[in-house]
Nanobody
């Protein structure tokens, strides 16, 4: 199983970006999908997660600016980020709990860099 994240880039403060994360491989089903981020010199932190049923959970710092969604048919999660701030600059990683034929485990994508300029 592999997770491929994309959509990062350079944006000015107040701008928007949409991140995508697609899982591929031997997948029976995917439980929770999540986005994490890690800024330079800081620990990785959860940004948002979403269950297979669509229930969502956000970190306090999101403050209504981000929206997580998913397309179960395409094994893809999205993170729509609006009103971006310089402090949102980080590498964003996707994460998914994947059930294969004999195993359920968590996988991580490779990360996509988001840079917000002031």
């Amino acid at each position: 199983v592999q997770l491929q994240a994309s959509g990062g880039g350079l944006v000015q403060a107040g701008g928007s970006l949409r991140l995508s994360c697609t899982a591929s491989g031997r997948i029976a089903s995917i439980n929770t999908m999540a986005w994490y981020r890690q800024a330079p010199g800081q620990q990785r932190e959860m940004v948002a997660d979403i269950t297979s049923g669509g229930e969502t959970n956000y970190a306090d710092f999101v403050e209504g600016r981000f929206t997580i969604s998913r397309d179960n048919a395409k094994n893809t999660a999205f993170l729509e980020m609006n009103s971006l701030k310089p402090e949102d600059t980080a590498v964003y990683y996707c994460n998914a709990e994947v059930r294969s034929l004999m195993l359920t485990r968590t996988y991580w994508g490779q990360g996509t860099l988001v840079t917000v300029s002031s």
